[in-house]
């Protein structure tokens, strides 16, 4: 009975031993696969942490004399963008500096692409846009500081994103339409940019109206003011379109007279202007972007910028800073819902992957 007993016990340690043999294996198996496991993933974590950033490339002639200012301004905007709404799962900005020699852009944008860039930022010069278009395949989007003309090959990844005169002149066609007037007069001097304003109002105006609006080229204004005032009778004009900067206008706009309601671009103020020349612009309408018009806007202040005297710098650094975005929304693939509250304007892509820019209106005063 006693030798029956201790058989039984021997029976049950061994059988508890089996079920702790199991228990282990399986509780211990469990815990090396899950050891093994944990490997991986920190493995694949490492992996994927050494893995390079997409990038962002940023192409500028900073190595250019005549484009440096430029392009120191631009750049500092697309940084100060990627500061602010950079992150997680966004490309990096890497720039790649350049001469104003067109093949040094293309070896760049073959460089940026080969580095793992996602969408590329520049040119800047309208000419090297088209030629890095003529020459090379677009393979991932890029967003050209230019405006497209007659010449360029419009690639599907290629994309304009310009402070455009002419698309400012456009928008002051409409503000006009919306305002009520009828029958424009467009005052032009002689050089390239009144002429490329007065081109772009009168575009926008036949389109919208089917008509030719009147145009003036003013060559002295104090010997042409009594022609000048005679034409502005004979076509019954209700509103003045000043196709020319700010300095232009301040000797041109004493001899217009303040009967009418005078409109100009955003050149009307290209700097920090002074009282006196406010005298002379005072009650001028024109479209401008958000950065220079609205400068206490909410969120302005954390792209943490000392504003320099010049407005047209300005510009630039603000058009740096929605190029980033723009960059960011092309990399992604939503640019076609893309309606972004910008720095220089509410910014919309086209058909044409023309970037618009919806503008505020101005108005100079002394106050």
């Known amino acids: 009975m006693h030798a029956k007993f201790l058989l039984t016990q021997f029976w049950a340690v061994v059988s508890w031993f089996r079920v702790f043999a199991i228990v282990s294996a399986v509780l211990y198996g469990a815990l090396a696969l899950t050891t093994t496991t944990a490997r991986a993933t920190d493995a694949s974590a490492v992996a994927e942490a050494a893995k390079p950033s997409p990038l962002m490339a940023l192409i500028l002639p900073s190595k250019s004399k005549s484009f440096k200012a430029a392009s120191d301004a631009i750049r500092a905007g697309v940084l100060a963008g990627e500061r602010v709404h950079g992150g997680a799962g966004l490309p990096v900005v890497r720039v790649y500096p350049t001469d104003d020699k067109e093949e040094n852009v293309v070896t760049a944008y073959h460089q940026a692409v080969l580095d793992g860039a996602v969408v590329v930022i520049g040119p800047l010069t309208k000419s090297a846009m088209n030629y890095l278009s003529d020459s090379t395949p677009l393979t991932v989007p890029?967003?050209?500081?230019?405006?497209?003309?007659?010449?360029?090959?419009?690639q599907a990844n290629l994309y304009s994103f310009s402070l455009s005169v002419e698309a400012e002149a456009a928008q002051v066609a409409q503000l006009m339409l919306q305002n009520q007037s009828a029958r424009p007069m467009v005052l032009q001097v002689n050089d390239a940019l009144s002429q490329r304003m007065s081109q772009g109002f009168v575009q926008e105006w036949r389109k919208l109206n089917q008509i030719e609006p009147l145009v003036l080229t003013v060559a002295d204004a104090r010997r042409d003011a009594a022609q000048l005032r005679e034409q502005m009778k004979e076509g019954n004009v209700d509103v003045i379109f000043l196709a020319m900067d700010g300095k232009t206008a301040r000797m041109?706009?004493?001899?217009?007279?303040?009967?009418?309601?005078?409109?100009?671009?955003?050149?009307?103020?290209?700097?920090?202007?002074?009282?006196?020349?406010?005298?002379?612009?005072?009650?001028?309408?024109?479209?401008?972007?958000?950065?220079?018009?609205?400068?206490?806007?909410?969120?302005?202040?954390?792209?943490?910028?000392?504003?320099?005297?010049?407005?047209?710098?300005?510009?630039?650094?603000?058009?740096?800073?929605?190029?980033?975005?723009?960059?960011?929304?092309?990399?992604?693939g939503t640019q076609n819902t893309m309606a972004i509250e910008g720095v220089t304007g509410v910014l919309t892509v086209g058909d044409d992957r023309i970037i618009k820019r919806n503008m505020i209106t101005r108005t100079l005063s002394l106050n």
Request: net charge negative; no cysteine; proline share 3%.
């Open 142 to 154: 890029v967003l050209a500081l230019n405006s497209f003309d007659e010449t360029t090959l419009q």
């Open 252 to 332: 041109v706009r004493p001899y217009v007279g303040s009967g009418l309601a005078i409109y100009g671009t955003s050149q009307i103020d290209s700097s920090r202007l002074g009282r006196t020349a406010l005298v002379d612009l005072t009650g001028i309408k024109f479209v401008d972007m958000p950065w220079i018009g609205m400068p206490d806007t909410d969120g302005f202040d954390l792209y943490n910028r000392t504003r320099s005297q010049s407005n047209d710098v300005e510009r630039l650094f603000a058009m740096g800073i929605d190029a980033w975005r723009i960059g960011a929304q092309l990399q992604m």
